[in-house]
């Protein structure tokens, strides 16, 4: 079992829509979340940083994080064209090493 | 101020050849990652750079891979003798280092194409 699984999607949504994106992890000493929104031939960008339960919320996105059951979401509110990306969960261990899903590919359709 | 720094942005060489790729960090971070990205999978961990301690290099696949960080700032991974499976995107991130919650910040890779 990977340390943290992502459906990879595709997932396509028309434009307005709210979309969830969604990981579980499985070591529950995992404390810290990331979200990074990679866009194609870019680097993986920074978009939400969380720590413990609980939802954060930023702008239209809001990152949430269920430690009962090892899972964390991303939900993005009224979608847009320009949030077409690849969306990656990661979490730190021990400092050092990031465990990173293998990123969900979103489409929002104008 | 400027972001992680990677070059060359795109590369394409001859199986058997050796190809040096460069990572500059931001300023002040002393931690540093490779990272390989090939279509359709994650991340994959190559290597760790944290100030002046001895790398991590236990996600390098081979012996023919090797990375050096030098004065603490710039680093080069060496990839000798391609082939053509190391085709990906090689991302380099860095971060302020200690503690764990100093999320990172990626470049936006070298594209390494071996033919």
């Known amino acids: 079992q990977k340390e943290v699984e992502q459906d990879p999607g595709p997932l396509s949504v028309p434009e307005g829509a709210i979309v969830s994106l969604n990981c579980t992890y499985s070591?529950?000493?995992?404390?810290?979340f990331m979200w990074y929104r990679q866009y194609s031939r870019k680097g993986p960008e920074l978009l939400m940083y969380?720590?413990?339960?609980g939802n954060k919320e930023d702008g239209r996105f809001t990152a949430q994080v269920d430690k009962s059951s090892k899972y964390i979401s991303l939900f993005i509110r009224d979608s847009q064209p320009s949030d077409s990306a690849t969306y990656l969960c990661?979490?730190?261990?021990?400092?050092?090493?990031?465990?990173f899903g293998t990123g969900t590919s979103l489409t929002v359709i104008p | 101020g400027a972001g992680v720094s990677q070059s060359p942005s795109n590369k394409v060489t001859e199986k058997g050849k050796d190809v040096e790729l460069r990572c500059d960090p931001i300023?002040?971070?002393?931690?540093l990652y490779w990272y390989r990205q090939s279509l359709g999978q994650g991340l994959e961990f190559l290597i760790y750079?944290?100030?002046?301690?001895?790398?991590?290099k236990s996600g390098l696949p081979s012996d023919r891979f090797s990375a050096e960080r030098t004065g603490g700032s710039v680093s080069t991974l060496t990839i000798q003798r391609t082939q053509q499976e190391d085709s990906a995107v090689y991302l380099c991130?860095?971060?302020?280092?200690?503690?764990?919650?100093?999320?990172?910040?990626f470049g936006d890779g070298t594209r390494l194409s071996i033919l």
């Open positions: 300023s002040g971070h002393t931690a």
């Open positions: 070591n529950s000493a995992f404390q810290y």
């Open positions: 750079f944290q100030g002046n301690s001895a790398p991590d």
């Open positions: 991130a860095s971060r302020p280092g200690g503690g764990t919650d100093q999320p990172q910040h």
């Open positions: 990661a979490s730190p261990r021990g400092g050092n090493q990031f465990y």
């Open positions: 969380t720590y413990s339960s």
